[in-house]
Nanobody, 121 residues
């Protein structure tokens, strides 16, 4: 079994900061990448930021210059530092990891349960 456990999130005023953390655990052979997606009501889930095991980062244009993603390969964790938050950043944020288990040949997507981020005055 593989689990992704998220922490962080909450309510913050516009211009404020929040940090999201996620840890992958269980029967993990390797992790190709970890990252964060978000979804607002009526919209599809969208990429926020991902980081590969080799450190290659992909950031959505809407968060460049405001969000920073970092990962720890040894701990199977990924963090998202969110600064200068805007009301439009309000969403449920989901941790994602592409994981290969000891019994699989390919990496597959695993998801956390999601954590609410609300930016409002």
């Amino acid at each position: 079994q593989v689990q992704l456990v998220e922490s962080g999130g909450g309510l913050v005023q516009p211009g404020g900061s929040l940090r999201l953390d996620c840890e992958a655990s269980g029967f993990i052979f390797s992790i190709a990448s970890m990252g964060w997606y978000r979804r607002t009501p009526g919209k599809q889930r969208e990429l926020v930021a991902t980081i590969t095991r080799g450190g290659v980062i992909d950031l959505a244009d809407s968060v460049k210059g405001r969000f920073t993603i970092s990962g720890d390969n040894a701990k199977n964790t990924v963090s998202l530092q969110m600064d200068s938050l805007k009301p439009e950043d309000t969403a449920v944020y989901y941790c994602n990891a592409r994981i290969r288990t000891p019994t699989s040949v390919l990496h597959s997507d695993y998801w956390g349960r999601g954590t609410q981020v609300t930016v409002s005055s």
